[in-house]
């Protein structure tokens, strides 16, 4: 079936401005990660979702970013009022959780940001 | 919180040959999961092998396998007969079992050149 898919896959945008990265997970995954990757690095978590309960946000890492997933399904990451220290790749990720068995990450390929 | 750590930036091999990545980790939990992600230079992640805590036996996946020490907490990945296809990025990643759906925690990679 489908994997992860994440649009844009390239995003240029200039100090400032706000942006909407988005993500649909694979059919019936109930878990939706963000993580950050900054270049040369690895991977910088931001935020989970899981079914419907409240997000955990604790790897935001400012309040200028957010992120929502609508339906149990697609999920949207919003930077506001970008910064250069935000331009990274954004990775996406989605698995199954089921009676507390937790099960791999697929990621999707990501979203280069370049704040100009 | 659990940290990861890949004591090796770089590492290369030549093509047919063996290398062995490393990866050691710190956690207080006995119940746990273990991954091998790879990132080629197209950015998508992918699972390459992944290991239960609980489970003796190494885990293996055709040409990777991994070397599995509790005690130690280590985790290695070996790749047999390398192929130029190997070379990429390889993060090694924990999961605890008894958070549900909780974030993973990655290693900061090992970037692999495989030689011709």
């Known amino acids: 079936g489908a994997g992860v898919s994440q649009s844009p896959s390239n995003k240029v945008t200039e100090k400032g401005k706000d942006v909407e990265l988005r993500c649909d997970p694979i059919?019936?995954?109930?878990?939706l990660y963000w993580y950050r990757q900054s270049l040369g690095q690895g991977l910088e978590f931001l935020i989970y979702?899981?079914?419907?309960?409240?997000?955990?946000k604790s790897g935001l890492p400012s309040d200028r970013f957010s992120a929502e997933r609508t339906g149990g399904s697609v999920s949207t990451l919003t930077i506001q009022r970008t910064q250069q220290e935000d331009s990274a790749v954004y990775l996406c990720?989605?698995?199954?959780?089921?009676?507390?068995?937790?099960?791999?990450?697929?990621f999707g390929p990501g979203t280069r940001l370049t704040v100009l | 919180a659990q940290t990861v750590t890949q004591s090796q930036p770089e590492m290369s091999v030549q093509e047919a040959e063996t290398v062995t990545l490393s990866c050691t980790y710190d956690?207080?939990?006995?119940?746990?999961?273990l991954f091998w992600y790879k990132q080629p230079p197209s950015r998508q992640m992918i699972l390459v092998i992944r290991q239960e805590a609980y489970k003796q036996q190494n885990a293996t996946e055709n040409r990777f396998s991994v070397n599995f020490q509790k005690a130690a907490k280590s985790f290695s990945l070996k790749i047999s007969d390398s192929q130029l296809g190997d070379a990429a990025m390889y993060f090694c990643?924990?999961?605890?079992?008894?958070?549900?759906?909780?974030?993973?925690?990655f290693g900061t990679g090992t970037s692999l050149t495989v030689i011709p």
């Open positions: 990643a924990y999961r605890s079992a008894w958070e549900l759906g909780n974030q993973f925690y």
């Open positions: 990720a989605s698995s199954y959780l089921a009676g507390g068995f937790t099960d791999t990450q697929y």
């Open positions: 979702f899981q079914g419907n309960s409240a997000p955990d």
């Open positions: 956690t207080s939990e006995s119940d746990y999961y």
């Open positions: 059919s019936g995954h109930t878990a």
